[in-house]
């Protein structure tokens, strides 16, 4: 399902035209269509609205001006960087608790006194 902050490629006739963000999607006042906000990633950048149905949001062809058009998503590759550095944490963190592990348990007695 395509959502706000979701990057979209915009065909016509079956051909690729543009990409676009999604900014906001609005209910209208008609069930099941929806004022859709894209910002245009060309030069210059520009913020369009569509009224579009949750279905052509979605990846069905719609058709506007008599041409063909449809929205979609598009799936961004993780970034690497971003993996290591979690994957990196997470072995610090396993290796932090298998340290702990091994350890007896400190127990203050000032703290059991206040109790």
Do not use: C
Request: hydrophobic share 40%.
């Amino acid at each position: 399902m395509t959502t706000e902050n979701d990057l979209v490629l915009i065909y016509m006739e079956d051909v690729p035209l543009s990409f676009a963000r999604i900014e906001r999607i609005l209910a209208d006042s008609k069930p099941d269509w929806y004022h859709v906000k894209l910002l245009m990633l060309q030069v210059p950048p520009h913020i369009v609205t569509w009224i579009l149905r949750d279905i052509y949001i979605n990846g069905s062809e719609f058709t506007m001006q008599g041409k063909r058009m449809r929205l979609e998503k598009v799936l961004v590759p993780p970034d690497p960087h971003v993996l290591e550095r979690e994957e990196e944490q997470k072995n610090a963190a396993a290796t932090k608790k298998n340290k702990d592990a091994g350890r007896p348990k400190v127990i203050s007695l000032a703290d059991l006194k206040k109790k």
